[in-house]
């Protein structure tokens, strides 16, 4: 009797696909391709794939945070996966203390980004893959509605983006968590599972525990439907940046008043967030730039004074143009 075929990894079609779509990374074909890898499920789906597709060419990359008991275990295991595996095994150690009014969720993604920009430059890798899923996108795309979001929030997470000066690419946007789950457990693959995932003060959390399994309960298979929205809304605001562009170049940057009112509101408000967003990378909130685009109407006469609080810092009016003064 024939020994039944292992079930094929899902990740590597999704892996083909978004390299079709993507274009991978313009890199020379030796150049290592990094995955960060937490020694979670998605992760270690993922480095697998990866090692299937770019045999020799794959560096784990681990980012440890010492903010749990279990990290010391999380990166223990990883090294040891990767030491079966033949892949070689990098690992960053971070400081991730959140700062004052800063999420512990958010001090810790940024020091993980950070963290593997840093690896994948000294590694000279063409840039790094990272496990985030379908459910993972439908996460986002929640929680950015429940927060008033606009398209920027609603297109939730890109596949393919920059920072730090490192390319990073998310192939797995289109595969549900259980999907991976379950294949590595057909496969014989360990895993480790961050307990902080179940712990249900942070938001994320109960989105997941609460919210993912009453829209499953109501509508099955949704997370593609998010997906689509996402896409969608990304769409959009890339239009609205090349429309941004198009504006900016017109009023000049920083932008002229007299041309800034030349636009309907909406245009302005388009233009102003794109030009604050390009130049000091402030974001600013509805009832601040609402504010803004009063005194940009309000402003017809030389003496016409404009101080206003914007994100960190302030745009104030220097002659017949805007200027952003971020903080010192």
């Given at each position: 009797?024939s020994?039944p ?8 079609q999704a892996l ?6 993507c274009?991978?990374?313009d ?10 890898f937490s ?19 794959v560096?784990a990359l681990?980012?440890h ?7 010391d ?6 090294r040891?996966?990767?030491a079966?595996?033949g ?5 960053a150690?971070v400081n991730a203390t959140h ?6 969720e958010?001090a810790a993604r940024q020091?993980r980004?950070?963290a593997?920009a840093?690896l994948?430059q000294q590694l000279g890798?063409?840039?790094?893959l990272?496990?985030?899923?379908a459910?993972?996108q439908a ?15 609603l297109a939730?997470?890109?596949e393919r983006?920059?920072r ?6 998310r192939?797995l946007?289109a595969l549900?968590s ?8 057909a496969a014989g693959h ?5 307990p902080s ?6 938001t994320?959390?109960r989105i997941?525990a ?8 109501s509508?099955?298979g ?7 929205s996402a896409?969608?809304a ?5 239009l ?9 170049a017109?009023?000049?940057t920083p932008?002229?008043l ?5 636009l309907?509101r909406?245009?302005?408000?388009n233009?102003?967030?794109h030009w604050?967003?390009g130049?000091?990378g402030?974001?600013a909130?509805?009832?601040q730039?609402?504010?803004?685009l ?5 402003c ?5 004074r404009?101080h206003l609080?914007?994100a960190s810092?302030?745009v104030?009016r220097?002659g017949?143009r805007?200027r952003?003064?971020a903080?010192?």
């Amino acid at each position: 009797m024939s020994t039944p075929l292992a079930p094929a990894n899902p990740c590597e079609q999704a892996l083909a696909a978004w390299c079709g779509r993507c274009g991978g990374f313009d890199a020379p074909v030796t150049a290592p391709v990094a995955i960060a890898f937490s020694g979670g499920a998605d992760s270690t789906a993922l480095l697998l794939a990866a090692q299937q597709r770019w045999p020799g060419r794959v560096v784990a990359l681990h980012v440890h945070h010492g903010l749990q008991a279990a990290a010391d275990g999380f990166s223990a295991h990883a090294r040891a996966f990767c030491a079966t595996l033949g892949v070689r095994f990098e690992e960053a150690r971070v400081n991730a203390t959140h700062a004052p009014r800063q999420s512990p969720e958010d001090a810790a993604r940024q020091a993980r980004y950070r963290a593997l920009a840093q690896l994948a430059q000294q590694l000279g890798a063409a840039g790094v893959l990272l496990g985030q899923h379908a459910d993972d996108q439908a996460e986002t795309v929640l929680l950015a509605l429940s927060r008033g979001a606009g398209l920027p929030g609603l297109a939730a997470m890109p596949e393919r983006f920059e920072r730090h000066g490192t390319l990073f690419g998310r192939p797995l946007l289109a595969l549900p968590s259980a999907d991976l789950r379950a294949w590595l457990l057909a496969a014989g693959h360990a895993f480790v599972d961050d307990p902080s995932n179940d712990d249900q003060r942070f938001t994320r959390n109960r989105i997941r525990a609460l919210l993912l399994p009453a829209w499953e309960a109501s509508f099955p298979g949704f997370r593609p439907m998010l997906a689509r929205s996402a896409a969608h809304a990304a769409q959009a605001q890339r239009l609205l940046d090349e429309l941004a562009t198009i504006d900016l170049a017109a009023t000049g940057t920083p932008p002229a008043l007299a041309a800034l009112q030349c636009l309907s509101r909406e245009r302005q408000a388009n233009a102003l967030r794109h030009w604050l967003r390009g130049t000091a990378g402030a974001a600013a909130s509805a009832a601040q730039l609402d504010a803004l685009l009063d005194q940009v109407a309000a402003c017809t006469t030389r003496g016409h004074r404009i101080h206003l609080k914007v994100a960190s810092g302030f745009v104030t009016r220097d002659g017949e143009r805007l200027r952003y003064a971020a903080p010192i």
